[in-house]
């Protein structure tokens, strides 16, 4: 049973920083892609970063220079640093990683609650 388990989320004020930790456990051959997507109240979950296994990411426009994804493929782990936090980055966190088994499926973490104050 592949299993995500997020952490890190908490309230930050403005211009706060924040890191999330997503660690991957089971059985399973590999790990493809990891990423974090957020869902804000009233809003459709959105891509913020994602990291392939062939050592590229993406990240998207709207936390670029703010957000940096990262990848430890030793724990099975991936990170989101946020720094310079907005209210409008305010939303529940979902980690998701793209993991074979005997085929290829899309696990989800639990979602971690990021909040930031004015």
């Known amino acids: 049973q592949v299993q995500l388990v997020e952490s890190g989320g908490g309230l930050v004020r403005a211009g706060g920083s924040l890191r999330l930790s997503c660690a991957v456990s089971?059985?399973?051959?590999?790990?493809?892609?990891m990423g974090w997507y957020r869902q804000a109240p009233g809003k459709q979950r959105e891509l913020v970063a994602i990291d392939f296994s062939g050592g590229s990411a993406h990240v998207e426009d709207s936390v670029k220079g703010r957000f940096t994804i990262s990848r430890d493929n030793d724990k099975n782990t991936v990170y989101l640093q946020m720094d310079s936090l907005k209210p409008e980055d305010t939303a529940v966190y979902y980690c998701?990683?793209?993991?074979?088994?005997?085929?290829?499926?899309?696990?989800w973490g639990q979602g971690t609650q990021v909040t930031v104050s004015s």
């Open positions: 998701k990683a793209v993991i074979r088994t005997l085929f290829e499926y899309d696990y």
């Open positions: 089971g059985s399973f051959f590999s790990i493809n892609a």
